[in-house]
């Protein structure tokens, strides 16, 4: 579907969103996503993962692990500067996008 092509090309940019509002961990980020949009959006594990491996090593984000449990450490991500910069820049982006294309597609 159309929709999914989106989702997944916006991937890095709502993941940045998440992360703006606290530190979050990976399966956190999906569980998260999938509520807050009621199913919507239903990342691939793999998928999400492989996005905060790439934006980390683009300085996008960092990541600490905190215990999760007896034995468990947790990969908690957050944004650095330059991720702020890009998200600020990519908000901006996609609100002159969206505004536009809803003028395209209006229905009146």
Not at 18 to 28: D, I, N, P, R
Not at 36 to 42: L, M
Not at 78 to 96: D, F, I, P, Q, Y
């Amino acid at each position: 579907m159309f929709y999914q092509q989106i989702i997944k090309g916006s991937i890095k940019f709502v993941i940045l969103s998440m992360l703006e509002k606290q530190q979050m961990y990976g399966y956190a980020l999906i569980q998260t996503a999938h509520q807050k949009t009621k199913g919507f959006f239903q990342w691939r594990q793999s998928a999400v993962y492989t996005a905060l491996h790439k934006m980390e090593k683009a300085g996008l984000i960092k990541s600490k692990r905190k215990p999760a449990g007896l034995s468990r450490k947790r990969k908690y991500y957050s944004l650095t500067a330059k991720g702020k910069k890009l998200l600020l820049a990519n908000r901006t982006e996609w609100l002159v996008f969206s505004k536009n294309m809803n003028k395209l597609i209006a229905i009146t």
